[in-house]
């Protein structure tokens, strides 16, 4: 017996930062991704990474540095406004006196995320443009696993880590289960060279993000690294509305023009000019699905999953990469934590780990899927921004005891 073999499928930022901690602790493995090259896709707007997920898996990658540098704390400031434009809550307004939590859940582009992570690996560790298409477990007692791709076979592995996001190609060898569609269709739009070509929309943001939460409906405008603002608008509609609402996609243009005034009509005229109007370099129709919340699955030694692939869901509680960061530091650690016993009882040692990490990896997984399906519910409805301003009311409530009684306790020192 010898040091496992694993395949980890995906290099999103799960399998990536799995990949990370395992390789810098000594642990071979290797990573197949489908896309041709790390720029072959756009990958997405920002994410916030909280401290005790996101950050902490970065932190045991080694490169919590490199996130410092690169991530963006003032992109955490909130805007909240009601669907007749009026401002409820602003953090990028001083006077208002309405503080986030600055540099505790700091945001990072996405594409840039995942060069840290890609740059931190060996690329010989990686093999781009293989396409999963199935896991066949070879016959016997000493099941090993077989990758069947779209130009080949890689075969003799003894542990497979589903990193292959929502529609994983490893799932189906623990779940029947599927993702189902969440309700939600999201219209994602791009405004470039923001601070040149798009002062008004650039002053509409702020610095971080702005919401605007209504019955069936959402506005979110997202502040991007490199000059550019992300605008998400979703609503809720069937799963085939896409193509059943008579809206031709393709021409940009007049489609942002005949969803705003359809969907957004009674807006206020900035929001409608936020749609149709302003973000106008770029557009991705999105549907959003989810795996059922307590997903059944039969465990099998060799084979597990984390991220999407596990516990995909909506990104209503922007919870989703700190979950998948967080799998992939308790994986790595479940499986550091028997490296010296692969070499007596690989088996037994990799059923372990496997138990070890998914228990609370499921656990978990249940948890932010309950909250974020809150999120949906909170993002869709009238109340929602009214909601928003509460919590966000009651949390800088709790920061500011928390500053008085550091001071207090400052006070009390100097006096000793
Ligand atoms: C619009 C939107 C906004 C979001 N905003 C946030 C946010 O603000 N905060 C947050 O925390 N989360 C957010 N999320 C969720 C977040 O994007 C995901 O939870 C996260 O990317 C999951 O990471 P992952 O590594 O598990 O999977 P993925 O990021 O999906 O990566 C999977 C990788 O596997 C590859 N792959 C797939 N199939 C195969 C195959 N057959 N063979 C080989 N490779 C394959 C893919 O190409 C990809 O690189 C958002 C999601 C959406 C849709």
Request: glycine share 8%; hydrophobic share 40%; proline share 4%.
């Amino acid at each position: 017996m010898s040091a496992p073999r694993i395949a980890i499928i995906g290099a999103g930022p799960g399998g990536l930062t799995l990949a990370c901690i395992l390789r810098r602790n000594g642990m071979q493995c290797n990573v197949f991704e489908l896309d041709h090259d790390r720029s072959a896709r756009d990958q997405g707007g920002i994410v916030d990474l909280h401290r005790e997920m996101g950050q902490l898996a970065l932190r045991e990658a080694g490169l919590f540095e490199d996130f410092q540098k690169h991530s963006l704390p003032a992109a955490e400031a909130m805007k909240l406004v009601k669907s007749d434009g009026r401002v409820f809550w602003d953090e990028n307004d001083a006077s208002r006196g309405e503080t986030g939590l600055p540099g505790d859940r700091p945001e990072i582009d996405r594409a840039k995320l995942r060069d840290i992570l890609l740059d931190s690996i060996q690329p010989d560790s990686i093999q781009w443009n293989r396409k999963l298409v199935r896991v066949e477990p070879t016959e016997g007692a000493n099941v090993k696993y077989n990758l069947h791709f779209t130009d080949g076979m890689e075969v003799g592995f003894d542990l497979v880590v589903g990193a292959d996001g929502a529609w994983s190609k490893v799932r189906p060898l623990l779940t029947d289960e599927l993702p189902f569609y969440s309700g939600i269709t999201v219209i994602e739009l791009k405004a470039s060279e923001v601070s040149t070509k798009k002062q008004w929309l650039a002053d509409f943001t702020g610095q971080g993000s702005c919401f605007m939460f209504d019955e069936g409906r959402t506005l979110v405008c997202q502040r991007n690294g490199n000059d550019s603002i992300r605008v998400y608008a979703a609503v809720r509609q069937p799963e085939t509305w896409v193509k059943d609402c008579g809206i031709d996609w393709d021409q940009s243009n007049a489609a942002q023009n005949i969803f705003t005034e359809r969907y957004f009509g009674d807006c206020h005229d900035d929001l409608k000019r936020v749609i149709a109007v302003e973000a106008s370099d770029g557009l991705i129709p999105r549907t959003l699905w989810m795996l059922p919340i307590g997903l059944k699955r039969s465990p099998r030694p060799g084979v597990t999953l984390l991220g999407d692939a596990a516990h995909l869901m909506t990104p209503f509680a922007g919870v989703g990469v700190n979950v998948a960061l967080a799998d992939a530091l308790d994986l790595a650690r479940s499986l550091l934590k028997r490296k010296s016993l692969f070499e007596t009882d690989l088996r037994a040692n990799l059923a372990d780990a496997l138990r070890e990490y998914e228990g609370p990896m499921f656990e978990r997984a249940n948890e932010n899927m309950v909250k974020t399906w809150g999120g949906l519910r909170h993002h869709f409805s009238a109340g929602g921004i009214d909601e928003r301003v509460e919590r966000l009311r009651g949390r800088a409530k709790l920061r500011e005891a928390a500053r008085r009684r550091e001071e207090a306790e400052m006070r009390e020192k100097a006096k000793q």
